[in-house]
Every structure is written in C-alpha cells, then in structure tokens.
C-alpha cells in the first residue's frame, strides 16, 4: 500500500523559510516523478514544483527563485524548500507521485 506522509507545514512570519517533507512508502520511491502542490482556501490545486527521477526539476512561476524541490532516495523523502515566504503562499501543500496517490497536506500559513 502506497503512503504519502507530509509534514514540516506551521506559521511563519513573511520573509521566513519552511522545509516540507514527503516520506514515501509501498513502492520503489526512485523511480518515481514527485511533485508538491498547493490549495489556498477557495482555490483549486495547482502545481508548485516537480523533480524527475534523475532529479530534474521544474518550478512554478510564482515560486521560481524562492522554492526548492529536492530528494534523498536513500530516505524514499522528497523536500520543499521554502524560502522568502509570502503571505499568498498560504494554503495547504501536497505531495503526489503521479500515479494517483496523494499525501494527507501539511498547513502553511505565512503572516505577521
């Protein structure tokens, strides 16, 4: 059985940086296209970032330059780095793997 399990999600000040985290399980993690989305309150899900296998990685517009998608395959664990938050990066985030299985979300709030 596949599991997706988020965490490292709270309330930081604007400026402040987050790392999430996604610890997979039931599959071989490596193979995998991992990504973390975002749902704000009244929004639909959208994709924040990506990393391919080989550890190629694409980013959203809005998060270009702040986030940073990596992972440690030896961890089945892939990371979202979260810097220069801002308050619109408020929302809920999920990690997904591409194959229908989604994570529970860890809540991010950024305000003052």
């Known amino acids: 059985q596949v599991q997706l399990v988020e965490s490292g999600g709270g309330l930081v000040q604007p400026g402040g940086s987050l790392r999430l985290s996604c610890a997979a399980s039931g599959r071989d993690f490596k193979i995998y296209t991992m990504q973390w989305y975002c749902q704000a309150p009244g929004k639909q899900r959208e994709l924040v970032a990506g990393?391919?296998?080989?550890?190629?990685?694409d980013y959203a517009d809005f998060v270009k330059g702040r986030f940073t998608i990596s992972r440690d395959n030896a961890k089945n664990t892939v990371y979202l780095q979260m810097n220069s938050l801002k308050p619109e990066d408020t929302a809920v985030y999920y990690c997904?793997?591409?194959?229908?299985?989604w994570g529970q979300g860890t809540q991010v709030t950024v305000s003052s």
């Open positions: 990393i391919t296998s080989g550890g190629s990685t």
């Open positions: 997904y793997d591409r194959s229908g299985h």
